[in-house]
């Protein structure tokens, strides 16, 4: 499968961003999906992730109560929509793709979009 990020940008501290990941692939819907990150300087870090059929979904501390990862199997598509954004939230975000269950292990992932960077400033 692959994948193709978009949805980034600049945007003020207390916005809102959502990011989709458009997937190519008659299997997209046995995939688990993920969206990691990775800031100047740092390693990448899981941020949510859901289940093929959407009924689960979970997400870093740093996060939860901001951003909701959800997923459209109709549209090949998974979405991150970002709320009350913080400075802390720059980063290029990745999606990526699981043949399997969920996991916050980015080594778990075999699939890759190219990244869309977000500028959240303060």
């Known amino acids: 499968v692959q994948l193709q990020a978009s949805g980034g940008g600049l945007v003020q501290a207390g916005g809102s961003l959502r990011l989709s990941c458009a997937a190519s692939?008659?299997?997209?819907?046995?995939?688990?999906m993920a969206w990691f990150r990775q800031a100047p300087g740092k390693e990448r870090e899981f941020v949510a992730t859901?289940?093929?059929?959407?009924?689960?979904?979970t997400c870093t501390d740093s996060v939860k109560g901001r951003f909701t990862i959800s997923r459209d199997n109709a549209k090949n598509t998974v979405y991150l929509q970002m709320n009350m954004l913080k400075s802390e939230d720059t980063a290029v975000y990745y999606c990526?793709?699981?043949?399997?269950?969920?996991?916050?292990?980015?080594?778990?992932?075999?699939?890759w979009g190219q990244g869309t960077l977000v500028t959240v400033s303060s």
């Open positions: 990526a793709a699981h043949n399997g269950l969920v996991y916050s292990d980015p080594i778990r992932y075999e699939h």
């Open positions: 692939g008659r299997t997209f819907s046995r995939y688990a």
């Open positions: 859901i289940s093929w059929s959407g009924a689960t979904t």
